[in-house]
């Protein structure tokens, strides 16, 4: 397959609107740059990219994504440094990760230079509205969605690939509750949980409102076989310390992949913080609550960089964590990040300059 995106076809934007931007109180993904990649499956094949103004879409009635859910999506960030510089952190990851969502969600593959080209040519317009403001970053977002017709229950014939970027600051804005759920569930084994399929945040949408209710930002999912187990939350991979050691659940059919989450074990062992990767139950971590060897909880994800949990709550009780200013949440925070921002040296090989 000719895979070449040399002849990436660029239409500018006649007008910015990045004057209209308050770069100072930047939500989190709410304001979108100039321009969009789109990139359009076709008889059979992906079509050559193109950039073109960021605008709405048009698509019929009867196409597939609105009845049938069929489309994936992928976060990352770019980031500037103080020279201006403009670099990703491991951007082949996500590329590979949307081919693995692709495939279970029966969406043709996407060639990596399609996504890496594509994403670099973008960028390279975009570089402006990059924000290099502490904690603020350009949150890109690539997805692919069914856009061919027809209300017949199978995959659609025609795909489109975008992706839009949005200057973000940080995703929560004070601190983070938990609510540890026992009733829904967010996978289960066999299904869909470790693919970026747009289903799997509709279906959160509705219990974690519930949490949100009762005061909350996020429901922490247990494993829909036993809700014994601790698995992930609703953005973010889970982290949890107690005494001294850093402990986050194995991955597994049910459980995203996290890229932040694998960068965090790496850090942890060049940091010769003690880890492990094991199952954890709800029952340890409330017993580890009471009796004070629960020193931190966090959680980690492109969006949520890594977000220490101030409270958790389970089964009508609340539990506070202690404020942990050096804890391994900040030390670790503080290795990815200066990485990202490449503010430290890189000796794992993962920023990518733009
Ligand atoms: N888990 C879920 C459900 C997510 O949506 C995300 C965000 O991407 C993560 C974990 C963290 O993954 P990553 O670190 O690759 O962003
Ligand atoms: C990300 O961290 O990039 C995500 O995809 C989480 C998203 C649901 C905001």
């Given at each position: 397959m000719e895979t070449s995106t040399k002849n990436l076809k660029v239409q500018k934007a006649k007008?910015?609107?990045?004057?209209?931007?308050d770069f100072d109180n930047l939500a989190f993904g709410s304001v979108f740059t100039d321009h969009m990649l789109v990139c359009k499956y076709k008889n059979g094949a992906w079509e050559l990219p193109e950039i073109k103004p960021y605008q709405p879409i048009t698509l019929d009635p009867s196409a597939k994504i609105f009845h049938y859910g069929q489309s994936i999506f992928e976060g990352m960030k770019a980031y500037k440094d103080e020279k201006d510089i403009v670099w990703l952190f491991r951007p082949l990851d996500n590329c590979k990760r949307l081919n693995v969502s692709a495939k279970r969600m029966a969406i043709p593959e996407l060639p990596e230079d399609y996504f890496m080209d594509g994403l670099v040519e973008l960028l390279n317009l975009e570089k402006d509205w990059i924000p290099q403001s502490a904690g603020s970053s350009l949150y890109i977002r690539p997805f692919i969605f069914a856009s061919g017709n027809g209300f017949h229950a199978s995959p659609a014939d025609e795909y489109t690939f975008i992706i839009a970027c949005a200057p973000s600051g940080a995703y929560f804005s004070g601190k983070v509750k938990v609510l540890i759920e026992e009733k829904y569930s967010r996978s289960a084994n066999?299904?869909?949980?470790?693919?970026?399929?747009?289903g799997n945040y509709a279906g959160q949408f509705y219990p974690t409102q519930l949490a949100v209710e009762k005061g909350y930002n996020q429901v922490i999912w247990t494993d829909?076989?036993?809700?014994e187990y601790i698995e992930e939350a609703g953005a973010m991979n889970i982290f949890v310390r107690i005494n001294d050691t850093l402990i986050t659940g194995p991955t597994s059919d049910r459980i995203l992949d996290g890229i932040t989450r694998k960068s965090i074990l790496k850090i942890a062992k060049d940091e010769g913080i003690p880890f492990q990767v094991r199952k954890i139950t709800v029952i340890e971590v409330v017993e580890a609550a009471k009796d004070g060897s629960l020193k931190e909880m966090f959680g980690a994800g492109t969006a949520a960089v890594i977000s220490p949990i101030s409270t958790f709550g389970y089964r009508d009780t609340d539990y506070d964590l202690p404020e942990m200013p050096e804890g391994y949440a900040t030390r670790l925070k503080k290795r990815i990040t200066d990485i990202q921002y490449n503010r430290s040296e890189d000796k794992f090989g993962w920023r990518y300059k733009v």
């Amino acid at each position: 397959m000719e895979t070449s995106t040399k002849n990436l076809k660029v239409q500018k934007a006649k007008t910015s609107k990045i004057n209209e931007v308050d770069f100072d109180n930047l939500a989190f993904g709410s304001v979108f740059t100039d321009h969009m990649l789109v990139c359009k499956y076709k008889n059979g094949a992906w079509e050559l990219p193109e950039i073109k103004p960021y605008q709405p879409i048009t698509l019929d009635p009867s196409a597939k994504i609105f009845h049938y859910g069929q489309s994936i999506f992928e976060g990352m960030k770019a980031y500037k440094d103080e020279k201006d510089i403009v670099w990703l952190f491991r951007p082949l990851d996500n590329c590979k990760r949307l081919n693995v969502s692709a495939k279970r969600m029966a969406i043709p593959e996407l060639p990596e230079d399609y996504f890496m080209d594509g994403l670099v040519e973008l960028l390279n317009l975009e570089k402006d509205w990059i924000p290099q403001s502490a904690g603020s970053s350009l949150y890109i977002r690539p997805f692919i969605f069914a856009s061919g017709n027809g209300f017949h229950a199978s995959p659609a014939d025609e795909y489109t690939f975008i992706i839009a970027c949005a200057p973000s600051g940080a995703y929560f804005s004070g601190k983070v509750k938990v609510l540890i759920e026992e009733k829904y569930s967010r996978s289960a084994n066999g299904g869909v949980g470790y693919a970026k399929a747009g289903g799997n945040y509709a279906g959160q949408f509705y219990p974690t409102q519930l949490a949100v209710e009762k005061g909350y930002n996020q429901v922490i999912w247990t494993d829909d076989n036993t809700h014994e187990y601790i698995e992930e939350a609703g953005a973010m991979n889970i982290f949890v310390r107690i005494n001294d050691t850093l402990i986050t659940g194995p991955t597994s059919d049910r459980i995203l992949d996290g890229i932040t989450r694998k960068s965090i074990l790496k850090i942890a062992k060049d940091e010769g913080i003690p880890f492990q990767v094991r199952k954890i139950t709800v029952i340890e971590v409330v017993e580890a609550a009471k009796d004070g060897s629960l020193k931190e909880m966090f959680g980690a994800g492109t969006a949520a960089v890594i977000s220490p949990i101030s409270t958790f709550g389970y089964r009508d009780t609340d539990y506070d964590l202690p404020e942990m200013p050096e804890g391994y949440a900040t030390r670790l925070k503080k290795r990815i990040t200066d990485i990202q921002y490449n503010r430290s040296e890189d000796k794992f090989g993962w920023r990518y300059k733009v």
